[in-house]
């Protein structure tokens, strides 16, 4: 038997599903910008560039949206690990996720109403939102308008330590999008936890 809960309003969603299309963009643009060659590229140089940049000022947009809406809605709270005990349950949900899906143990915190993420969920998306995207989009910025960059920076020219934060946070989101298309399949169905994503309601076992 399941039981249905509705978690997820509209405008969550709708963030949700643009804010991954938009770092998709930024991805495949990134990598061409950076790694293609005249012989390999995904997107064509100059057209990268301009779809990069475009993506790039939707994105900080958005995100402006994000953080207005989770603080008006109270959605921050969701954001927070919940105490006591916050190790220990991060604990026990990376057990569960290295090997204790793979025995075909049960969610050892299934989503509620009140608590939406898990504790090592809460303190991941935390980081994500609130310290990684804030510092690409703030980098990504600058990189667009290098006269806000200082002259020096550790003894370097000032835009290149802003252009190695922009790559390395934006790597790592980009890894971390990876990981959550991957993660999203441990739900009671393979496909019940995206599902989630776009009607709002979720499936408890």
């Known amino acids: 038997m399941t039981e249905r809960i509705y978690l997820f309003p509209l405008w969550l969603r709708l963030w949700h599903w643009a804010n991954a299309l938009l770092i998709l963009v930024l991805g495949v643009t990134g990598i061409s910008l950076h790694f293609a060659g005249p012989d390999m590229y995904l997107v064509d140089f100059s057209l990268a ?27 921050w709270w969701q954001y927070v690990p919940k105490s006591p005990g916050v190790l220990q349950r991060c604990w026990t949900q990376t057990r569960f996720y290295l090997w204790g899906v793979f025995k075909g ?14 504790a090592l969920q809460a303190i991941i998306y935390w980081l994500v939102m609130y310290l990684l995207l804030p510092i690409t989009i703030v980098s990504g910025l600058i990189y667009l308008n290098p006269q806000w960059a200082p002259a020096r920076m550790f003894g370097l020219d000032g835009l290149l330590p802003v252009a190695l934060l922009h790559y390395l946070s934006a790597a790592v989101i980009l890894m971390f999008a990876i990981s959550h298309v991957y993660l999203g399949t441990m739900g009671a169905r393979p496909t019940s936890t995206h599902k989630t994503m776009i009607t709002g309601w979720h499936e408890a076992e």
């Open 49 to 75: 560039v301009r779809i990069h940049n475009v993506a790039g000022l939707a994105l900080a947009a958005l995100y402006g949206f994000f953080v207005i809406a989770n603080a008006v809605s109270g959605n």
């Open 105 to 118: 143990e049960h969610e050892p915190f299934p989503m509620t109403r009140e608590a939406n993420f898990n």
